[in-house]
C-alpha cells in the first residue's frame, strides 16, 4: 500500500523565521521523490511536518487526500529514517526491527517472525541477535529500514540516511535503496544535499533554496532545464556570464556580456514557459562545463570567447581546467581525461565555444554558494 | 606531557603525603577498635580485644559502656536510618528523574531560572533545611489540629525524609542531567514515530536508557541519606537515626565502640569498593572482547597477537596483600608474645585498674578530710560528668592535654585531676610495658 | 503547558508537574520563605501563633547585632565574633584546600596512567562514604592529648610536653579540611581533565615554564571548576556542624553551634531562624560576590 503526499502552501515558522514558507508539492503514491537543497534551506523542517514531529504554521498536510492537522507521528502512516538512524542501542537488531509491533501488541513469535522476514530483505539473516554497536555502519543502514518498514508504513522519509557513510558504501547503498523501494512499492520521500543521490535515485527531485520550493521537476529537467539561477548553479556545475538583454529573436536571446555577446536560449519558467525578456533586461547566461569545448572542435558552435588557464585539475574520469575570460569571468569547463591538452598550460591564452543550443538565459537571481 | 625526576619524585611524595592524610586517621581509629582500653588510643596499649564489638564492658566504677552488639539505642538508630533512607531513595530518584527531563524540555531562559532553583539546595547549609522543615511542619500540625496531620507534623521520621529529600533529589537530578546529556532525543523520535504512546516511549525508550543512572542515584541518595546529620539532627526531633545516636556517643564520652562501629562501616565500604571494582572490571573484559570480535572482522591479524603471555601475569595487588599479611601476623606475634591479648590479659589490667581505683578512692577520702567540703563534691561531679559531659566542662578538657602536664598538676592541684586521668587511661604501668615493645624487637 | 502535555503524554507529564512541584515549591520554597516569615516574629508558644502579639518585629536580628537588651556592651560581641570567626575560618579552609588538591587533581587528570587515575579516584571515594562524625572522630582521636600526634612529637624531642591541639582549635580546623576535601577535588578534576594536554605540550614547546604553564593555560581553563570546589566547600564549612561538634574546643562555636543552641536548647525558634537566614545570605552573598569577582556564573560552578 502506499499514499499520495501533498503539501498546500506550507509554511512553517519559528518566531519570525520561515524554515519553509508556501511549499506546494504533490507527491504521487509509490513515487520515489527527492528533496534536495543546501544544509539550512528548511527540507528537514518540511520532512517533520510530514512525519508529524511539527505541525505547520500555515497549510496543509494530506496523506491519501486526508489532512494530517492534530495527527501526532504515533498516528500517522508514515515512517522516518533518521540521519543519525536513531537506533535503540540497548536492544537486539530484531527487536529493534520489530519494536513498532511491540508497541501495539503483538506477540513475541509473531515480531519475532516479521523481523527475520525484514532481515531477509534488507539482506542481514541471522543477524537479529546481535546488539546494535556489533554492525558496521551499512548493516545499521538496513536495519534501519527494515525497522521502519515493519509497520507496512505507506510514506517512508528518509532524511539524508547515507550521509554518515563512506563513498564507496553511499553509492551502494543507493542502488538498494532503489531496489527496495521498487519491490516494496511504497512512496518513497527521500532528503538530501547531494545532488548525485538525488539524480540517481528519485523519479522526481524538488530543489529548494531558503525555504522556498524553487523547482520540481524529473531529474533530466532539473539538470538540463533549470529555472532558477539557483538550481542551474546547486545542481551540477555551471558557468554563468553575467550581462543584458541586447535584443530578442525567435526564441533566441543575445546577451552581451562584457566585451561579448553570445546567443542563447530563454529558459523555462515555473509555469513551464519560457521565459519573455526584453532588450536591456539583466540576466545570466548558463553554460554547463561539458558544453564548453576548444574553438574548432565543434561546427555548431556559435558562441566563441579567449581566456587564459589558470589550473588544470584532475578528477579521474574528467580533467577540469580553470580559466578566466577576457571579461575577467570565472570558467570552468570539462574534458574527457583521455583527451590532449598538451596546449594548456597555465597563463595561456586559448579560445574556446560553446554551442547556441546549450546557453540558458535566466532572469537574475541568487546563484548557490558554489 | 612528561615531568623530570625531581618534580616526578616530589609529586610522589606528595601524593603520599595526601593520601597518608586521607587514611592515616581511619587506619589509627580502625587500630584503637581492639584496644581494650576505656579510651581510644594506640598508646597506651592495653589489651587486644573484640569486647568492643562484642558486649563492651561495665568499668570497675560502674560506669557502663556498651559494645556494638549491645548497643541498644545504637541497633534502633540504625533501623530508623534505614527507614529514612529507603523513603529518601524512593522519593528523591523519581523527583530528580522528573526535574532532569522536563529540563530538557523547557525553553532557555526558563531552564537558567528551573536549573538554579533545583541546585540551590545543595548551596544551603544542611542545617538550614532542617529547620525550615521543622518550623513550617510544626505550623501545619499546629494548624492541623488533633488528626492525622498533626500526627505526621511532628513525627521526626516523616520530617526527616522530607528535609534529606529536598537537597538529596538534587544530587539525583545533576545525576540524572549529566545521563541525559548524552542523550540522543532523536531516539524518542523514532520511538513515536513507529507508533509509540508517549507513556511507551517512557517506559521502553527512556528509562531504560536512565537505568544506570537510577541505580547509581539510588545508590548516592541512600548513603547520603545514611550520613546525614546536620538536617537530620533538627528534623528528627525526638527520635534517634545512626548519625544522632554517634553524636550523642562523641558528645557523652569518647567510647572505642565508635572505633569499633567506624571500622565495621570501613570494611563494609571496602567490601562495596570491592565489588565494584570488580564487576567493572568483568563489564571491561566484556567489552574488549566484543570489541576484539569486531576487531577481528576489520583488522588483519598481527595485530593481535601480543595478548599471549598474560597466562604468567601475577597481579600485583596480591604483593600488597602478602604484606599486610606478614605484617599482621608480626604484629600478632607481639601481642602474643608481650601478653597483650586475649582475657586474661583483659583480666589482669581490670585487676590492676580495680586496685588502683581503690587506692585513689582511699587518696580521695584522705584528700576529702583535710580539704573543703566543696572541693569534694566538685571532685566527685566532675568524675561523674567524665564520660557524660566531655564537652560541657571545660577544665576536663586540660584533662586531656597530656601525660606529663597532669603530673605537674598533681603536685599542685591535688590527686584528684591525676586520678581521673589515670582512670581514662589505666595504668601508667601499662604505658612503660607497651613502651619496651619496641625494645624488646 | 499544552505542548508539555502533548509532548510527554497524560501520565507521565502529570508525574512530572507533580513531582517537581512537590519539590521545589513544597521542599524548597516555602519551608525557606515560612523560616523567614518566623524570624521576623517574637519567640511565641505555639498557641499563640497567629494572636494578638504575633507581630512583625526585628528583635533576633537586633539580639545578634546588639545582644540582649540586659547586657552592657555596645554590641553582641560574642555572637558577632562567632559569626566573623566561622566565615573566616571557612575561606581560610576553602583556600587551604584549594591549594592543596589542586596538585593532586591535576596530577589524576593530567599526569596518571588511566589504570593508576581509576585506582585514585576509587581511592578518594572510599574515607567520603565513611561517615563525618566518624572522620571527626579519628581525626580527634589522632589529636587527642595522649594520641598519635603528641605522642611522635614527644617521641622525637620536639615538644616537651603535649600540646592542647583541641583547645587550639588546631584539630577543628584540620578536621574541617579532612570533611569536604572531596567536594574540591572532584569539580577540579572534571574541569582539568576536559582541558586538551595538546594546550599543555604547546605551551611547552614555546618555551613555557611549568609555573607558567599553570598559571596562563590550566587555571584559566579550570576557573568554572575551581569556582564551583570552592564554592562548595565554603558554603558548606560555613555550614557544617557535625565536624564542630566533634572537634570544636570547648570554648570556641561554630555559628551553626550557636543557631542549634538556640532551637534546641533554649526552644527559641524565631531567633535560630533569624540566625539561620543571617548565615544564609551573608554565606550566598559572600558566594554571588566571589563569582561577580572571578566572573563566573552560577550555572558554570554547579555542574
Known amino acids: 500500500m502506499s499514499a499520495e503526499v501533498e503539501l498546500q502552501n506550507v509554511s512553517i515558522a519559528f518566531g519570525n523565521f520561515y524554515a519553509a514558507k508556501n511549499v506546494n508539492v504533490k507527491i504521487g503514491a509509490g513515487e520515489f521523490f527527492s528533496f534536495l537543497g543546501p544544509s539550512g534551506c528548511g527540507k528537514t523542517t518540511l520532512l517533520r511536518a510530514v512525519s508529524g514531529f511539527l505541525e505547520p504554521s500555515q497549510g496543509k498536510v494530506l496523506i491519501d487526500g486526508q489532512d494530517m492537522s492534530g495527527i501526532g507521528p504515533n498516528k500517522r502512516p508514515t515512517s522516518l529514517i533518521f540521519q543519525n538512524l536513531a537506533l535503540f542501542p540497548l536492544m537486539s537488531v530484531a527487536d529493534n526491527i520489530a519494536f513498532s509491533l511491540e508497541v501495539r501488541g503483538h506477540d513475541k513469535k509473531s515480531r519475532r517472525k516479521r523481523a527475520d522476514e525484514l532481515l531477509d530483505l534488507v539482506a542481514l539473516n541471522g543477524q537479529g541477535d546481535k546488539k546494535v554497536h556489533e554492525l558496521s555502519g551499512g548493516q545499521k543502514q538496513r536495519v534501519a529500514i527494515a525497522r521502519a518498514l515493519a509497520v507496512e508504513p505507506k510514506v517512508l522519509l528518509l532524511d539524508e540516511p547515507l550521509s554518515a557513510l563512506d563513498l564507496k558504501l553511499r553509492q551502494k547503498m543507493r542502488t538498494e535503496l532503489r531496489a527496495i523501494q521498487q519491490r516494496v512499492g511504497i512512496t518513497f520521500i527521500y532528503i538530501t544535499h547531494d545532488q548525485g543521490e538525488a539524480l540517481t535515485m528519485s523519479d522526481r527531485v524538488g530543489v529548494m533554496n531558503d525555504g522556498e520550493l524553487e523547482q520540481v521537476g524529473t531529474c533530466y529537467d532539473v539538470y538540463e532545464a533549470p529555472c532558477t539561477p539557483f538550481v542551474a548553479t546547486f545542481v551540477g556545475e555551471n558557468n554563468a556570464f553575467f550581462g543584458k538583454v541586447e535584443k530578442v529573436e525567435s526564441g533566441k536571446v543575445k546577451v552581451q556580456t562584457g566585451g561579448s555577446s553570445f546567443i542563447g536560449q530563454a529558459g523555462l519558467g515555473l509555469d513551464n514557459k519560457n521565459y519573455k525578456f526584453k532588450a536591456g533586461d539583466e540576466v545570466i547566461m548558463f553554460v554547463r562545463p561539458e558544453a564548453i569545448s576548444l574553438k574548432g572542435n565543434s561546427k555548431k558552435a556559435q558562441n566563441s570567447f579567449s581566456a587564459e588557464v589558470k589550473t588544470i585539475e584532475f578528477e579521474g574520469n574528467l580533467k577540469n581546467i580553470f580559466l578566466r575570460s577576457a571579461e575577467d569571468v570565472d570558467i570552468r569547463f570539462s574534458v574527457p581525461s583521455s583527451s590532449d591538452t598538451s596546449g594548456m598550460e597555465p597563463s595561456k591564452n586559448v579560445s574556446l565555444s560553446f554551442s547556441q543550443d546549450n546557453a540558458v538565459v535566466l532572469p537574475t537571481g541568487a546563484l548557490a554558494l558554489d | ?441 | 503547558m499544552n505542548s508539555f502535555y502533548r509532548k510527554n503524554g497524560p501520565v507521565i507529564a502529570t508525574f512530572f508537574l507533580v513531582a517537581i512541584i512537590f519539590w521545589l515549591i513544597f521542599l524548597i520554597v516555602i519551608p525557606q520563605l515560612y523560616m523567614l516569615d518566623l524570624s521576623f516574629r517574637p519567640n511565641l508558644p505555639p498557641l499563640l501563633r497567629g494572636g494578638p502579639d504575633d507581630v512583625y518585629t526585628l528583635t533576633h536580628y537586633k539580639h545578634f547585632l546588639y545582644g540582649s537588651e540586659t547586657s552592657k556592651d555596645a554590641y553582641n560581641y560574642v555572637d558577632i565574633g562567632v559569626f566573623l570567626d566561622t566565615i573566616i575560618t571557612a575561606v581560610l579552609v576553602t583556600v587551604i584546600n584549594l591549594c592543596f588538591c589542586y596538585p593532586i587533581a591535576f596530577y589524576i587528570a593530567k599526569l596518571a596512567t588511566p589504570n593508576t587515575a581509576r585506582l585514585l579516584v576509587l581511592a578518594l571515594v572510599i574515607p567520603f562514604w565513611i561517615n563525618e562524625l566518624l572522620r571527626s572522630f579519628a581525626i580527634r582521636i589522632l589529636f587527642a592529648g595522649e594520641g598519635v600526634i603528641n605522642n611522635i612529637l614527644l617521641e622525637l624531642g620536639l615538644i616537651t610536653t603535649a600540646v592542647n591541639f583541641i583547645a587550639l582549635d588546631i584539630a577543628l580546623y584540620t578536621g574541617l579540611t579532612y570533611a569536604y576535601i572531596l567536594l574540591m577535588i572532584f569539580p577540579l578534576y572534571n574541569a582539568l581533565e576536559s582541558l586538551d594536554t595538546n594546550q599543555l605540550e604547546a605551551a611547552k614547546d614555546l618555551g613555557s615554564s611549568t609555573l607558567r604553564t599553570h598559571w596562563r593555560i590550566v587555571i584559566p581553563h579550570a576557573k568554572a571548576g575551581i569556582a564551583s570546589g570552592c564554592t562548595m566547600v565554603f558554603m558548606l564549612t560555613a555550614g557544617a556542624l557535625a565536624t564542630p561538634v566533634v572537634l570544636s574546643s570547648p570554648n570556641t562555636y561554630w555559628f551553626t553551634q550557636l543557631i542549634y543552641q538556640w532551637f534546641n536548647m533554649n526552644d527559641n525558634w524565631s531567633r535560630g531562624s533569624a540566625y539561620s537566614i543571617i548565615l544564609l545570605v551573608v554565606s550566598v552573598t559572600f558566594v554571588l560576590l566571589m563569582m561577580r569577582l572571578f566572573k563566573v556564573t552560577i550555572g558554570e560552578v554547579v555542574r
Open chain 2, 1 to 441: 606531557m612528561k615531568p623530570n625526576l625531581a618534580i616526578q619524585a616530589f609529586l610522589g611524595l606528595y601524593i603520599l603525603i595526601f593520601f597518608l592524610y586521607l587514611f592515616g586517621p581511619l587506619v589509627i581509629m580502625s587500630v584503637t577498635a581492639f584496644n581494650s582500653a576505656e579510651f581510644p588510643a594506640i598508646t597506651p596499649w592495653e589489651c587486644f580485644s573484640f569486647r568492643w564489638f562484642n558486649e563492651g564492658k561495665i568499668a570497675y566504677d560502674g560506669q557502663r559502656l556498651a559494645g556494638l552488639v549491645t548497643d541498644r539505642p545504637l541497633h534502633e538508630g540504625i533501623i530508623s536510618s534505614l527507614i529514612i533512607a529507603a523513603g529518601v531513595v524512593t522519593l528523591s530518584v523519581p523527583i530528580g528523574m522528573a526535574a532532569a527531563i522536563v529540563l530538557t524540555q523547557v525553553n532557555s531562559r526558563l531552564r537558567t531560572l528551573f536549573y538554579s532553583m533545583s541546585i540551590m539546595p545543595v548551596l544551603f547549609p544542611g542545617v538550614i533545611i532542617g529547620i525550615s522543615t521543622v518550623v513550617l511542619w510544626d505550623r501545619i500540625a499546629t494548624l492541623g489540629g488533633d488528626g492525622f496531620i498533626s500526627e505526621l507534623g511532628r513525627n521526626g521520621i516523616f520530617l526527616t525524609i522530607l528535609g534529606q529529600t529536598c537537597f538529596i533529589s538534587t544530587y539525583c537530578f545533576l545525576i540524572f542531567v549529566a545521563r541525559l546529556q548524552r542523550f540522543d532525543t532523536t531516539q524518542e523520535e523514532a520511538a513515536l514515530d513507529l507508533g509509540a504512546s508517549q507513556s511507551q516511549v517512557f517506559l521502553k525508550i527512556l528509562v531504560p536508557y536512565l537505568m544506570p543512572a537510577i541505580g547509581s542515584s539510588a545508590v548516592i541518595a541512600f548513603l547520603a541519606s545514611f550520613e546525614n546529620y546536620n538536617t537530620t539532627v533538627f528534623s528528627i526531633l525526638s527520635e534517634q537515626t545512626l548519625t544522632t545516636v554517634i553524636a550523642s556517643k562523641v558528645r557523652l564520652g569518647i567510647s572505642p565502640a565508635i572505633s569499633a562501629l567506624a571500622l565495621v562501616i570501613i570494611c563494609l565500604t571496602l567490601i562495596g569498593a570491592f565489588f565494584y571494582e570488580i564487576s567493572r572490571r568483568s563489564n571491561q573484559r566484556k567489552k574488549d572482547r566484543e570489541n576484539k570480535v569486531k576487531m577481528f572482522s576489520e583488522v588483519s591479524e598481527n595485530r593481535l597477537v601480543e595478548e599471549r603471555p598474560k597466562f604468567f601475569r601475577i597481579p600485583k595487588s596480591i604483593f600488597v596483600f602478602l604484606l599486610l599479611l606478614i605484617l599482621a601476623v608480626l604484629t600478632w606475634q607481639q601481642l602474643i608474645k608481650n601478653n597483650m591479648y586475649g582475657a586474661e590479659c583483659v583480666e589482669k589490667a581490670e585487676a590492676s585498674k580495680k586496685s588502683n581505683f581503690a587506692d585513689q578512692l582511699k587518696l580521695l577520702q584522705q584528700n576529702a578530710e583535710s580539704v573543703e567540703t566543696t572541693d569534694e563534691s566538685e571532685g566527685n561531679a566532675s568524675r561523674s560528668n567524665e564520660y557524660n559531659d566531655i564537652f560541657g566542662d571545660q577544665n576536663l578538657f586540660k584533662d586531656f592535654g597530656g601525660f606529663d602536664s597532669d603530673k605537674n598538676e598533681e603536685s599542685e592541684n591535688g590527686a584528684t585531676r591525676s586520678n581521673e586521668y589515670n582512670d581514662i587511661f589505666g595504668d601508667p604501668n601499662l604505658f612503660k610495658n607497651f613502651g619496651g615493645f619496641d625494645n624488646k624487637e
